[in-house]
């Protein structure tokens, strides 16, 4: 019954005439069906349609609903938890096993393509098993790499606080398979659009998930239960961040500071930046070449959200989103600060957002 309400209002204020319904309807219900329909941060009791209606009613003029509901037809971007699952599934495949046959390959003077050779090699088998994973966020669903990926429990850990009795008891497996430590990590999470929550310099200091990461592997002594060192390699360690989905600019951003940190700390250390789904530059440039929906963000905009957090990015045109990286992506679990604020405000603001936001600080 409250969809059907929502969806005379929706008519209602759009003005659309017999023709526009024909089309607009039945494509509002597959989109609504198949995907927005999970965002898990609707309120109770509401779903897409209802949201929508509540979003376009907030704009004064026709000609603003025009444009916003535009926007939603032609440029949002929603990525459903399916969609996630399969990025999930082949992050082994794409990014975990052609490093493992690169670097077998360059320690057997084996050319890269021959796969079958190195997949069957004991060498492979050797780096398989001395490669760690570690979940950076629950968002890198490590459970489930760990059984799409088929790898050892003993080497695929949520986190990378590891007791002293359970570091204990992986070096006695890795002992059991021949080997002293671990050579080489993978850090998984599922998403960054500007990087800065994994790695920046602030007030003259490095910080973030990464450098933390970092920090936490070259210097135990500054953290308690901290017995990770114990566990790996540091000569020879490599260093793989794999995310399943980041953008363009995240991806070269972090590649450029890392690069840095390391000229800047002579550090040796080799840090790859892997990503399952790039998120191309070309989608913020449609966000902020599109004139007429910019003046509705601009119209539209709640500035108390910009808050310490916020200011840790570019914010000179804040109603770009957090370091203006005007995305119109949602992922169905919540909608990144990255995005366009229009998209995510939350319930207590001035205006509305159309898949409204959990706020989560870095």
């Not at 929906?293 to 601009?298: A, L, P």
């Amino acid at each position: 019954m409250r969809q059907r309400l929502a969806e005379k209002l929706l008519l209602k204020i759009m003005q659309w005439d017999v023709d526009e319904v024909q089309v607009e309807r039945p494509m509002l219900q597959a989109i609504s069906n198949f995907k927005y329909d999970e965002y898990r941060q609707f309120s109770p009791g509401m779903l897409f349609l209802g949201s929508l209606t509540s979003w376009l009613r907030q704009f004064k003029t026709i000609e603003e609903r025009k444009v916003a509901y535009n926007f939603v037809k032609t440029q949002l971007e929603f990525i459903s938890e399916n969609q996630i699952q399969q990025l999930v599934s082949l992050a082994f495949s794409d990014a975990v096993q052609p490093f493992l046959f690169t670097k077998t390959g360059n320690e057997l003077n084996v050319d890269h393509f021959k796969i079958n050779e190195i997949y069957h090699s004991d060498e492979y088998k050797s780096n398989k098993r001395k490669t760690l994973f570690i979940g950076l966020s629950d968002g890198s669903r490590i459970d489930y790499f760990r059984r799409m990926s088929g790898l050892n429990n003993e080497q695929v850990f949520s986190t990378y606080y590891i007791s002293e009795e359970k570091s204990a008891d992986l070096q006695k497996e890795l002992k059991k398979d021949g080997h002293e430590k671990f050579s080489s990590i993978f850090l998984i999470d599922d998403f960054t659009a500007s990087g800065k929550s994994y790695f920046r310099l602030e007030a003259d200091k490095y910080k973030g998930k990464i450098f933390k990461f970092i920090d936490f592997l070259l210097h135990p002594e500054n953290y308690k239960d901290n017995s990770l060192q114990e566990l790996i390699s540091i000569d020879s360690l490599e260093i793989n961040v794999l995310f399943y989905i980041a953008t363009e600019e995240a991806k070269e951003y972090l590649e450029k500071s890392i690069a840095e940190w390391k000229e800047k700390n002579k550090s040796s250390i080799t840090i790859n930046i892997s990503v399952i789904q790039i998120i191309p530059n070309s989608i913020k440039k449609g966000i902020e070449e599109d004139k007429a929906f910019n003046k509705i963000m601009k119209d539209y905009f709640d500035d108390s959200i910009i808050d310490v957090h916020y200011k840790k990015g570019k914010w000179d045109k804040p109603y770009l989103g957090f370091n203006e990286c005007s995305l119109p992506l949602v992922l169905n679990h919540n909608t990144p600060n990255n995005s366009i604020p229009i998209l995510w405000f939350p319930d207590d603001k001035e205006y509305r957002g159309l898949f409204p936001r959990i706020t989560r600080h870095f």
